[in-house]
Nanobody
Framework: QVQLVESGGGLVQAGGSLRVSCAAS????????MGWFRQAPGKEREFVAA????????VYADSVKGRFTISRDNAKNTVYLQMDNLKPEDTAVYYC?????????????????WGQGTQVTVSS
């Protein structure tokens, strides 16, 4: 099994940038496709971005395409989400998740392992 811990959340003004990280332990990150999801108060958890095991393929939600970038460093057992041009509607708890998939899964139920989440707040 793998344990996932997010970090890097915080408060940022609209138009600003933030990078959140997800560190893996227990098993090599390279065994997993990785995804980022987010959940705003009163809303369901939604897909943000995913990256395959090697890092060669990525997919994004339409709402973040062109603003967010997912990447991974398997040597450091870490996956990142770079968030640029942030908007107030990006405010949410951000979760990283791992899936034993060779693709880039977008569905929440494809992921087996989850971190505890990190809060991102974007002020207007």
């Amino acid at each position: 099994q793998v344990q996932l811990v997010e970090s890097g959340g915080g408060l940022v003004q609209a138009g600003g940038s933030l990078r959140v990280s997800c560190a893996a332990s227990g098993r090599a990150l390279s065994w997993y496709a990785m995804g980022w999801f987010r959940q705003a108060p009163g809303k369901e958890r939604e897909f943000v971005a995913a990256i395959n095991r090697s890092g060669g393929s990525t997919v994004y939600a339409d709402s973040v395409k062109g603003r967010f970038t997912i990447s991974r460093d398997n040597a450091k057992n870490t996956v990142y989400l770079q968030m640029d041009n942030l908007k107030p509607e990006d405010t949410a708890v951000y979760y990283c998740a791992g899936a034993t998939s060779f693709g880039v899964p977008k569905k929440l139920n494809m992921y087996d392992y989850w971190g505890q989440g990190t809060q991102v707040t974007v002020s207007s």
